[in-house]
């Protein structure tokens, strides 16, 4: 396959930054097409830890063009600071129909959860509903607005008053047009050089017939259409999304990869029916250092559910499964796979749209034995554990998908590939 997506099959932070980068290294073009810097990509490569926000995960290679797309929503401060860490030559090209997030973006998300008392979505404040909920109302500014000082000046003049009523009726302070528009200048004349039609040059790189790799943040489980609404995030991390975020046609993408960890872990607020506490979720915590990197929240951790990935499945289409994080389950005694849910005495095998109804379903488990071997050395299949090897099989089995690699530990260098994707 030659243009391909790497989806998150649960509810985010499956390692989508370390697949992404493994598979970028055989990449000509990768691809952020939605979100913005609340999502946190780790890659580890040559002993060293990145964390990237809003950067795609082929920024460290030269020989890679890295597109952010009109799907996004870029943070012009964040975007600056990110980028002056990049000690390596890089490409990178921002779409001029991407959107911008502003100061007041941020603040406003702030608001917003403050007023939702004990409703709150457990967002990572760094605006992105608020930018979003701009674009879909046509209220926001793309990033060809943005760079040119008159269109951004007149946005600001027309579109603070509203903001600031917003701020100051719930007692946050405001913001001053100028100051604004001089501090946000700053970064527009940084950005500007990279800012173009996107959609152009993936269409015409498509034509040239370069390898593509289209890098999705956040998880299905958190898209505003098919996730646990509200408690998700406000754009569509499916593949579904990736030609109208990137302005390519849909018959265009060959394929997606649908990243899963091992068990399942989650952020923020909202219902998880496989979640588990006491000693065993600390120690999975611990050893899978299962902290937030845009946010450093702990995450919370759950048993390994197959009707999320059937779901991601049927949304999003999922040609292969990227397991990570295995080495994690390493001493667990026992494992469990949710493989139904019982709704009111029911077996059912689907997620309910409402999350009421969501939050009555009780996981039905099916037990597999563990392993106790350390494998974070492990480099085929073949070297695993027969109990690890039987728990990819019917993780595989129950979701009818090929699993295509796997990790066994954070560095690019512990995936194992089993399919020939890419
Ligand atoms: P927002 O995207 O900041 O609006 O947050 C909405 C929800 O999505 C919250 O529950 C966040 O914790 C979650 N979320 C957003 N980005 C990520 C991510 O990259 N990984 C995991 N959860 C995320």
Redesign the pocket.
Known sequence: MKRIVIV?SQ???EGKGKITDYLAQRAEVVVRYQ?GN???HTVVFDGNKYSLHLLPSGIFNPKIKNVMANGMVIDPKGFVDEISKIETPYQIYISNRAHVVLPFHKKI?EVNELMKADQK??????G??PTYTDKFARTGLRMAAFINPQLFKSYLENELPYKNKILSDAGFDTFDIDEVFETYQTYAKQIEKHVCDTSLLLNQWIEEDKKILFEG???IM?CVDHGTYP????SSPTAASVPLNTGIAPWLLEGSVGVTKAYTT?????VFPSEISGDLAHEIRERGHEY????K?PRRIGWLDTVVLRHAKRVSGLSFLAVTLLDVLSGVKTLKIVTHYKLDGIIIDYVPADVHTYEKCIPVYETLPGWDEDITGVTSFDQLPEQAKNYLNRLSELVNVKIGMFSVGPDRVQTVEIEEIF
């Open positions: 998150g509810w985010g932070d979100g609340n999502a946190g998300d979505i457990g967002t990572t404040h760094k992105i509903g943040a956040q998880g958190l408690f998700v995030t406000s989650r952020v923020g607020e909202g937030g990197t845009t946010t929240r």
